[in-house]
């Protein structure tokens, strides 16, 4: 699906599952040595756990990256784009409350995310020797200096 989608966009994708840390740094490596890359993390228990190796190799080899979760700009990375977790943890509150008062859990309609964030690490696109768009760090959700 993503392959198809980077295709729509005229971009080549490479995609790598990671089941260790020692795989981190030759896909990094290999992600590197293309022109223009970056490095789109797709949330799982390994990226989660393999977070800061993630991001202080590809931040080593200047290659931009970005995921669904605050924590991954936060702690270094370029950005994230993704759904705003507190909003649906508050949501979801309201459905605990409607079962609690008695209705069916079967009965309550599926709900879809609806708000996201996009989070900016100004200082990481400078060390990365990114000029970021100010329209864009003007759209951001936040921006981390």
């Given at each position: 699906?993503?392959?198809?989608?980077?295709?729509?966009?005229?971009?080549?994708?490479?995609?790598h599952s990671?089941?260790?840390?020692?795989?981190?740094?030759?896909?990094?490596?290999?992600?590197?040595?293309?022109?223009?890359?970056?490095?789109?993390?797709?949330?799982?228990?390994?990226?989660?756990?393999?977070?800061?190796?993630?991001?202080?190799?590809?931040?080593?080899?200047?290659?931009?990256?970005?995921?669904?979760?605050?924590?991954?700009?936060?702690?270094?990375?370029?950005?994230?784009?993704?759904?705003?977790?507190?909003?649906?943890?508050?949501?979801?509150?309201?459905?605990?409350?409607?079962?609690?008062?008695?209705?069916?859990?079967?009965?309550?309609?599926?709900?879809?995310?609806?708000?996201?964030?996009?989070?900016?690490?100004?200082?990481?696109?400078?060390?990365?020797?990114?000029?970021?768009?100010?329209?864009?760090l003007s759209?951001?959700?936040?921006v981390i200096?």
């Open positions: 699906m993503i392959s198809a989608a980077g295709r729509s966009f005229g971009v080549d994708v490479f995609v990671v089941r260790d840390s020692a795989e981190i740094e030759p896909i990094i490596d290999t992600f590197a040595a293309e022109p223009n890359g970056g490095l789109v993390a797709i949330p799982s228990a390994t990226i989660t756990a393999k977070r800061d190796l993630i991001i202080s190799n590809a931040n080593r080899h200047h290659l931009p990256t970005i995921s669904a979760f605050r924590n991954f700009p936060a702690a270094g990375g370029l950005a994230s784009y993704g759904v705003d977790n507190v909003d649906l943890f508050r949501r979801s509150a309201t459905y605990i409350d409607r079962v609690f008062k008695g209705e069916k859990p079967s009965d309550l309609p599926v709900q879809e995310a609806n708000k996201f964030q996009l989070i900016i690490n100004a200082k990481t696109a400078k060390v990365l020797g990114l000029n970021v768009p100010p329209a864009l759209t951001a959700d936040e200096e």
